[in-house]
């Protein structure tokens, strides 16, 4: 399957999940604004665990995922956020998203079985304008 068919950015989800990426969304816009673009995006995802306790959002941080193929375990990768057990978030601080940032959501959400993901990339001037939504 190619991946133009798991990127849909006018999807619409249930409400639940809406209103869920949309204070997603919100977190992110506030660490932007206080923090603008520039920086490592370790010190992105602190800011924005940070903003996700400030706001009540619950999350899991660096969360390990097993990896298998053909029914063998090859290995482990971590997800940035898997908020409310939902939504995935991969942050990025980047000049531009590639088609590998995408990929690798994509593969994320496919191993994991979830429907949504946000890949977020803070080094824009305009945050709205580095946020992908991504569904499985």
Not at 11 to 24: D, G, K, Q, R
Not at 45 to 58: K, M, Q, S
Not at 125 to 136: C, E, F, H, M, S
Request: net charge negative.
């Amino acid at each position: 399957m190619s991946e133009e068919n798991y990127v849909d950015e006018d999807m619409e989800p249930n409400p639940e999940l809406n209103a869920l990426t949309n204070a997603i969304i919100g977190a992110a816009i506030e660490v932007h604004r206080g923090l603008g673009a520039g920086l490592l995006e370790m010190l992105y995802e602190n800011a924005l665990a940070h903003e996700f306790n400030l706001r009540n959002i619950p999350f899991v941080r660096q969360l390990p995922v097993t990896v298998t193929y053909k029914q063998q375990v090859i290995g482990e990768t971590r997800l940035d956020f898997l908020v409310a057990g939902k939504v995935i978030v991969e942050i990025k601080a980047v000049e531009a998203l590639g088609k590998v940032h995408s990929s690798q959501l994509i593969c994320y959400l496919k191993i994991t079985r979830h429907k949504l993901g946000l890949l977020i990339n803070f080094n824009v001037p305009v945050l709205k304008d580095g946020i992908k939504r991504i569904a499985n």
